[in-house]
């Protein structure tokens, strides 16, 4: 399992980021405090507070892919 911080600053990247999302073939979810939701749900990332950093739980252990595509939006 991979754990990153990630910020998501506007609808266009929360897009992008859902689509990255997509391409994996593991569960990907966005928490936030207490809420969890599917980051590969539109939806779901528009559920929670963009204004905040989230973190990324990827149901991988391929760590190098996730921070590859995902570079633009951790947080470091």
């Known amino acids: 399992m991979v754990k990153k911080v990630v910020k998501i600053n506007t609808m ?11 391409r994996f073939d593991c569960d990907m979810d966005l928490a936030r ?3 969890y939701v599917d980051a590969k749900s539109i939806m779901g990332i ?3 507070n963009l204004n905040e950093p989230l973190e990324l739980i990827a149901d991988t252990d391929d760590e190098q892919r996730v921070e590859k595509m995902f570079a633009d939006f951790i947080q470091k």
């Open 12 to 22: 266009q990247e929360a897009d992008q980021f859902n689509k990255i999302c997509s």
């Open 46 to 48: 528009f559920s929670l």
């Open 33 to 35: 405090g207490k809420y």
